[in-house]
Protein backbone atom coordinates (compact mmCIF):
# COMPACT_ATOMS: atom_id res chain seq x y z
CA UNK A 1 0.00 0.00 0.00
CA UNK A 2 1.21 3.65 -0.55
CA UNK A 3 2.53 5.44 2.30
CA UNK A 4 0.23 7.78 3.72
CA UNK A 5 1.18 11.72 3.66
CA UNK A 6 3.22 12.81 6.69
CA UNK A 7 0.81 13.80 9.40
CA UNK A 8 1.59 17.66 11.05
CA UNK A 9 0.92 18.33 14.52
CA UNK A 10 1.34 21.65 16.10
CA UNK A 11 2.54 21.49 20.05
CA UNK A 12 0.23 23.53 22.51
CA UNK A 13 3.05 24.98 24.04
CA UNK A 14 1.56 25.31 27.14
CA UNK A 15 0.45 22.10 27.57
CA UNK A 16 3.36 20.32 26.37
CA UNK A 17 6.55 22.00 28.00
CA UNK A 18 6.50 22.15 32.17
CA UNK A 19 9.49 24.81 33.26
CA UNK A 20 12.72 23.19 34.10
CA UNK A 21 14.38 26.57 34.93
CA UNK A 22 13.48 29.85 35.03
CA UNK A 23 9.77 31.40 33.50
CA UNK A 24 6.51 29.44 33.19
CA UNK A 25 5.00 29.47 29.40
CA UNK A 26 2.81 32.28 28.96
CA UNK A 27 -0.30 31.48 27.28
CA UNK A 28 0.88 29.34 23.94
CA UNK A 29 3.66 30.41 23.75
CA UNK A 30 7.44 30.45 25.49
CA UNK A 31 9.32 33.41 25.86
CA UNK A 32 11.65 34.47 29.05
CA UNK A 33 9.55 37.15 30.68
CA UNK A 34 11.68 38.68 33.33
CA UNK A 35 14.73 35.94 33.42
CA UNK A 36 17.98 35.57 31.56
CA UNK A 37 17.68 31.86 31.51
CA UNK A 38 14.58 29.65 31.13
CA UNK A 39 14.48 25.95 29.85
CA UNK A 40 11.12 24.23 29.19
CA UNK A 41 10.99 20.32 28.69
CA UNK A 42 8.02 18.21 27.37
CA UNK A 43 8.54 14.00 27.62
CA UNK A 44 7.47 11.28 25.25
CA UNK A 45 6.00 13.16 22.16
CA UNK A 46 4.10 10.80 20.01
CA UNK A 47 1.95 10.62 16.76
CA UNK A 48 -1.84 11.47 17.71
CA UNK A 49 -2.28 9.40 14.46
CA UNK A 50 0.20 6.54 15.44
CA UNK A 51 2.64 7.28 12.42
CA UNK A 52 6.36 5.79 14.16
CA UNK A 53 8.58 8.20 12.34
CA UNK A 54 9.61 11.80 13.24
CA UNK A 55 10.20 13.28 9.38
CA UNK A 56 11.22 17.24 10.35
CA UNK A 57 10.48 19.47 13.05
CA UNK A 58 9.36 23.44 12.45
CA UNK A 59 9.09 26.07 14.16
CA UNK A 60 9.15 29.86 14.43
CA UNK A 61 9.46 32.57 16.59
CA UNK A 62 8.92 36.15 16.93
CA UNK A 63 11.82 39.25 17.62
CA UNK A 64 10.60 41.77 19.90
CA UNK A 65 10.31 44.88 17.44
CA UNK A 66 11.43 47.39 20.22
CA UNK A 67 15.02 49.51 19.14
CA UNK A 68 15.89 47.91 22.89
CA UNK A 69 16.17 44.81 22.12
CA UNK A 70 19.25 42.46 22.79
CA UNK A 71 19.49 40.91 19.23
CA UNK A 72 21.81 38.01 20.58
CA UNK A 73 19.33 37.01 22.62
CA UNK A 74 18.93 33.57 21.48
CA UNK A 75 16.33 30.47 21.78
CA UNK A 76 17.13 26.44 21.07
CA UNK A 77 15.10 23.47 20.57
CA UNK A 78 16.53 20.32 21.58
CA UNK A 79 15.67 16.59 20.64
CA UNK A 80 16.89 14.26 22.87
CA UNK A 81 20.19 16.80 23.76
CA UNK A 82 20.87 17.03 20.32
CA UNK A 83 20.31 20.84 18.95
CA UNK A 84 18.08 20.85 16.16
CA UNK A 85 17.33 24.28 15.12
CA UNK A 86 18.43 27.54 16.86
CA UNK A 87 17.04 31.15 16.45
CA UNK A 88 18.34 34.57 17.53
CA UNK A 89 16.47 37.70 18.56
CA UNK A 90 17.32 39.30 14.92
CA UNK A 91 14.39 38.88 12.49
CA UNK A 92 10.89 36.78 12.21
CA UNK A 93 12.40 33.18 11.58
CA UNK A 94 10.33 29.92 10.30
CA UNK A 95 12.79 27.09 10.74
CA UNK A 96 13.22 24.07 9.54
CA UNK A 97 15.11 20.70 10.72
CA UNK A 98 14.93 17.28 8.62
CA UNK A 99 16.93 14.78 10.13
CA UNK A 100 19.32 12.44 8.23
CA UNK A 101 17.58 9.50 9.20
CA UNK A 102 13.89 9.40 10.49
CA UNK A 103 13.45 10.21 14.28
CA UNK A 104 11.63 7.12 16.18
CA UNK A 105 8.24 7.48 18.01
CA UNK A 106 7.94 8.75 20.96
CA UNK A 107 10.28 11.73 21.02
CA UNK A 108 12.37 10.84 24.51
CA UNK A 109 12.79 14.78 25.22
CA UNK A 110 12.49 17.84 23.63
CA UNK A 111 13.77 20.83 25.27
CA UNK A 112 13.84 24.64 24.74
CA UNK A 113 16.91 26.93 25.90
CA UNK A 114 16.16 30.64 25.72
CA UNK A 115 19.16 33.19 27.17
CA UNK A 116 19.18 36.81 27.40
CA UNK A 117 21.74 39.06 28.83
CA UNK A 118 18.81 41.18 30.13
CA UNK A 119 16.30 40.34 32.68
CA UNK A 120 13.79 43.09 30.99
CA UNK A 121 11.03 40.46 29.96
CA UNK A 122 9.52 43.39 27.32
CA UNK A 123 12.12 42.88 24.95
CA UNK A 124 12.55 39.09 24.32
CA UNK A 125 11.73 37.11 21.45
CA UNK A 126 9.00 34.76 21.73
CA UNK A 127 8.74 30.99 20.14
CA UNK A 128 4.97 31.11 18.57
CA UNK A 129 4.70 27.48 17.13
CA UNK A 130 6.30 24.00 16.74
CA UNK A 131 5.38 21.44 14.19
CA UNK A 132 6.54 18.20 14.61
CA UNK A 133 5.53 15.64 11.29
CA UNK A 134 5.05 12.36 11.49
CA UNK A 135 5.30 9.49 8.82
CA UNK A 136 4.38 6.02 8.57
CA UNK A 137 7.70 5.00 6.45
CA UNK A 138 9.89 7.46 7.81
CA UNK A 139 10.67 8.54 4.03
CA UNK A 140 9.91 12.30 2.96
CA UNK A 141 8.22 12.73 0.18
CA UNK A 142 8.85 16.49 -1.67
CA UNK A 143 4.93 16.56 -1.87
CA UNK A 144 4.50 16.49 1.68
CA UNK A 145 6.16 19.83 2.42
CA UNK A 146 2.85 21.92 0.00
CA UNK A 147 1.16 23.77 0.99
CA UNK A 148 2.60 25.61 3.83
CA UNK A 149 5.99 27.45 4.74
CA UNK A 150 8.66 25.84 2.65
CA UNK A 151 10.56 23.27 4.76
CA UNK A 152 13.73 22.94 2.01
CA UNK A 153 15.55 24.99 3.21
CA UNK A 154 17.17 23.55 6.74
CA UNK A 155 19.58 24.23 9.34
Do not use: H, M
Given at each position: RPARPDTATILDLDETFSPL??????????RLGHC?????KANSIE???GEKYVTRISADTTPDN???????DSMEVLIDGLRV?????????????VPSAPISTPLTTMTIKASSKKERGAVHMTLT?????????????????LPG???LVCV
Open positions: KGCAPSGNWLREAKWSPTSEDRYKELEFKNNARKYKCYQITIYFSDDGNVDIADFPAC
